[in-house]
């Protein structure tokens, strides 16, 4: 579940080399783990080896003897000199023993399969020149295309693509995943990533104390809050939903019904008078109950048992909803805070930053679109060059106190502390009115439940990905609530919990 930035795959590399592993016996197994990648792709045909000069060439051109050892039909083209080659690459290639052809982007021709052995993960600068038309002829070869760690053009930490980028059918990467596995646009043009174990042993990550990670069971199974047979509805928690106006109310309903689906023992729409008809009379197991003004709302929150708020969806912008949620930060409860919530702050973010601080250890979730964080965070890319998702949102969570949720199809959680999860499970039709109503109340009833705020926030995100899938194609936001039973079974199962 470890995302090894760059220089903390480096690292890796540099443990595994002075625990005894030397960098040439990582390479030969690097390589031939994209040779077995490569058989499994395409059983006949010729195969060309596109290399580069640093060891991502050097794995190629093990790949490269490894497959004609098994009786493969393979040619190898090198970006740059022969002889330039150093260190572990220059011994790999003295190693192959066929033809090496210059990288003219015309010879590509029609393989069976390219290997993209051009680039690794640390590629920082524009791709250019000869290596712009040679990443250009791959993707109109048409040819199947396997990427050696990373699709030449990739940025390994950012996902960037540096001017030009190879589209990969499937690609080998070694030991862990890099964020550009999993981040945008790079995981777009990953394929499928298969991870090989080139004899890394575990224990390095014990001195790397990676801080990143991909948004799964393995991350937060221990913390999932599974029901115990002898409890009761009332230790499952209390979440209190504000709905705004009666123009304006479905939005809290969909977020009320995620956080009741998602275990909240009880959950309560918090109303203004004019929307208190429409909300009962559009809820049956969420109960509603009228609140008019910030006070009202302080004096409910004097019944501790009331301990988890998410507060933005259909809230209204203005200084209103500013006051609820400064309100229930007064009370010290876990909350969600979405949509208006966060855009009503947007002229002084400060000001919510502030009040977040001041509990001793804030249970707050903060679950901003793009847009959203632009408002409150805008002034993290003024004045740093963040250059990726995963920095902007780690900042966002220190500059905040909070834990940031920036949602899309590459979510990414963040803590204060710097823990990190990037989800890939959700699908595109995600992306669709409602949608992160829904997610703002699964992230709210886990509070309810007592889940810690980063863990709620990334087992929110990765029930809400899975309820996609479920639903499919076509799904509208009140399908998602209705599908979490499904994906709690799978998940059950998984875990081995009884139900």
Not at 4 to 22: F, H, N, R
Not at 305 to 327: E, F, K, Y
Not at 369 to 379: D, L, S
Request: charged residues 20%; contains cysteine; hydrophobic residues 50%.
């Amino acid at each position: 579940m470890e995302v090894l930035t760059v220089p903390e795959m480096q690292k890796a590399d540099q443990l595994a080399i002075a625990g005894g592993t030397s960098g040439f016996a990582l390479m030969l197994s690097a390589g031939r783990a994209v040779a077995e990648a490569a058989v499994d792709l395409v059983e006949r045909g010729p195969i060309l080896v596109v290399a580069g000069g640093g060891n991502n060439g050097g794995d190629g051109f093990v790949a490269a003897a490894e497959l004609v050892a098994r009786g493969r039909d393979v040619a190898v083209m090198l970006l740059g000199e022969r002889d330039a080659l150093k260190g572990d690459a220059a011994l790999a290639a003295r190693n192959w023993t066929g033809r090496v052809l210059p990288c003219e982007a015309r010879a590509i021709g029609t393989p069976a399969l390219i290997i993209d052995a051009l680039f690794g993960a640390g590629l920082n600068r524009p791709v250019k020149d000869a290596a712009h038309d040679i990443i250009e002829a791959i993707n109109a070869s048409g040819a199947p295309v396997l990427s050696v760690d990373l699709p030449s053009g990739i940025n390994g930490s950012s996902g960037a693509v540096m001017g030009i980028a190879v589209r990969a059918t499937e690609t080998v990467t070694f030991f862990r995943r890099k964020p550009a596995h999993l981040l945008l646009p790079g995981r777009l043009h990953c394929g499928r990533v298969r991870v090989a174990d080139i004899g890394i042993d575990a224990s390095v990550l014990v001195d790397i104390r990676p801080t990143g990670f991909e948004n799964d069971p393995a991350l937060w199974g221990e913390q999932f809050p599974v029901p115990r047979i002898d409890a009761h509805k009332y230790a499952r928690g209390h979440a209190l939903v504000m709905s705004g106006g009666v123009s304006a109310t479905g939005a809290a309903r969909l977020a009320a019904r995620g956080a009741l689906r998602a275990g909240a023992g009880l959950v309560t729409v918090l109303s203004p008078r004019d929307a208190l008809a429409v909300n009962a009379a559009a809820l049956t197991a969420v109960m509603v109950r009228q609140i008019d003004t910030a006070a009202e709302f302080s004096e409910l929150l004097t019944d501790r048992r009331l301990n988890a708020c998410v507060i933005g969806p259909g809230a209204g912008l203005g200084q209103h909803t500013r006051d609820i949620v400064l309100a229930a930060l007064a009370a010290k409860r876990a909350a969600v805070l979405d949509a208006d919530a966060l855009t009503s702050f947007a002229e002084a973010p400060d000001h919510l930053f502030g009040a977040i601080k001041t509990i001793e250890q804030p249970n707050v979730v903060l679950t901003p679109h793009q847009g959203e964080f632009c408002r409150i965070f805008g002034e993290l890319d003024n004045k740093h060059p963040f250059k990726s998702k995963l920095e902007r949102v780690r900042a966002a969570a220190v500059r905040s106190g909070a834990i940031v949720l920036l949602k899309g199809p590459d979510t990414v959680v963040a803590s204060p502390d710097g823990r990190a999860a990037i989800a890939a499970n959700a699908p595109p039709w995600l992306a669709t009115a409602g949608s992160g109503d829904v997610l703002a109340g699964i992230v709210g009833g886990l509070l309810a439940q007592g889940v810690p705020a980063f863990e709620a926030a990334c087992i929110g995100v990765w029930m809400h990905g899975e309820a996609g899938s479920e639903a499919g194609p076509g799904l509208i936001a009140e399908d998602l609530p209705e599908v979490l039973p499904a994906v709690f079974r799978r998940l059950f199962d998984d875990m081995n919990i009884d139900y």
